[in-house]
C-alpha cells in the first residue's frame, strides 16, 4: 500500500463505518474523532515499533557556556540515543599536543597511520597567529617533507605561543610553505618562526566514538581527576534544586560521557586549543526521533509503505470499537499479520538480521564452548574447517 494523507485515511475508515462522506478532516464531529484515533494509534506503533525510519543522525544541542563547557542536551523529539562520535579536528592529538595519563586516541577504522619525516626550518614571514591557511617562506629549499603531514609553526622565544596544521604545500624553488592551521595557542603577530614537522604519527582529522557510561560510573571515573591540576575544570550541575560538582578536563577530545534525566549529556573532556566549549556541529549521534503527527488533510504519517495498512487497520479497529461499539474481526486479524511481517522485514537492509543482532548467551552448536560470535562464528568455522 503505497503512502496515504491523513483525509485518505480518514475517508477510508468513515465509509467502513457507513458514515457520511467529507471533504476535510474537520468537516464532522466524527471526522474529526477518526483524525485523533489515528493520531494516537500512530504514537502507540512508534512507541512500540522502533521503525528504522525513525532513526537519524543529529547533532547535540550545545551549552554555549564558558562556564559549563562538557554539558549538552538531548534534542527535543528524541527518543533513543545509540551511540554518539566528537570530531577531532586537532591532528596532532596524541602525538605532540596530549600528553595526559589517557595517552593517543585511535581514530575510526579508516585511519592509516604513517610515520613522518621529521625536519625544520625557519622562517621571518610575519603571520598572525589563528586558524586558516598560513604561508611562510621558509629558510630552506631542499626539506625532506611529505605533504599532508603534521606541522608546528612556533614564534622565536615564546613557546607558549604556536599554531598546528597539515603541511599543503612546499616550493622548493620559492621556498614557499602553505599551512592549513587546524589548531593553535596564544594569539599576537610574529614575523620569526620555527616551523617542524614531522616525528610521530599522525592522524587526520575525524570522529571518534564518545562511550556512554551509567552514572555511576562516571562519576567514579572523573572523580580521580585532581583539581588542582592546570588542565582540570569543574563546574556546578543543578539537578532538582540541589547542586552537585563535576571535574572535566579541557586538554583532550572528549571520551566519556553520560546520559542524565534523559536531558542533560555531560562529557569528560573538551580541547581548550580548538573550542571553549564542546561544539554541536562536531557531535555525531545516531538516534531515533519520534515525528509528530498534524492534524491536516496533507499530512502524510512519516510511515514506510508496508507500515501504512498496519496503521490503518490500528486505526479502523479502534473507530469500531469507540464509534460503533462493535469489533472490526478482519482489522484485528490483519493487524496480527502486520506487526509480525513488519517486525522481521522493517529494514531496508537487514544484515545482520534482528535476532543476529542480539547477544549470544548460549553454546555454539557442537563446540563444547561458549560463543562471544554467535551462529555466525560457528558457522564460519563449518565453512573453514576441513
Known sequence: MAEQTLLTMVQNILSSLDSDEVNSVGDTVESRQVANIIQNKYYDMVSRGFFPEHNKLLHLDPSNDPIRPTLMFVPSGVSKINWIKYFNSNVLDGVSTQSSQFGAFSHDLNTDLVPQPFWSTTSVSTNTVGLGVKTFTVASSSLTVSIGQ???????????????????????????????????????????????????????????????????????????????????????????????????????????????????VIFDMYDGTQDTTLQASKTMVWGQVVPPFQITDTFIPPLDDQEFPLLLNEAKALAWLELKQMPHPKADQEIQRQWSVIQKIKSVSNKPTYFGQLPDFGRVPRTGGYSGGGYGVYKWMRQAGP
Not at 150 to 156: D, F, K, N
Not at 188 to 217: A, C, E, K, R
Request: charged content about 10%; hydrophobic content about 35%; some cysteine.
Open 150 to 264: 603534521g606541522v608546528t609553526a612556533v614564534p622565536a622565544g615564546t613557546p607558549s605561543v604556536g599554531m598546528n596544521g597539515i603541511l599543503l604545500s612546499y616550493d622548493t624553488g620559492t621556498k614557499i610553505m602553505s599551512i592549513q592551521v587546524t589548531s593553535f595557542s596564544g594569539n599576537g603577530s610574529f614575523s620569526n618562526w620555527n616551523i617542524t614537522g614531522g616525528g610521530g604519527f599522525i592522524s587526520p582529522p575525524g570522529y571518534l566514538y564518545v562511550t556512554i557510561l551509567p552514572i555511576s560510573q562516571f562519576l567514579d571515573y572523573i572523580n580521580r581527576f585532581n583539581p588542582v591540576d592546570p588542565n582540570v575544570g569543574q563546574f556546578q550541575f543543578n539537578e532538582a534544586g540541589n547542586n552537585f560538582t563535576f571535574y572535566y578536563m579541557f586538554n583532550h577530545q572528549p571520551r566519556f560521557c553520560t546520559i542524565i534525566s534523559d536531558k542533560y
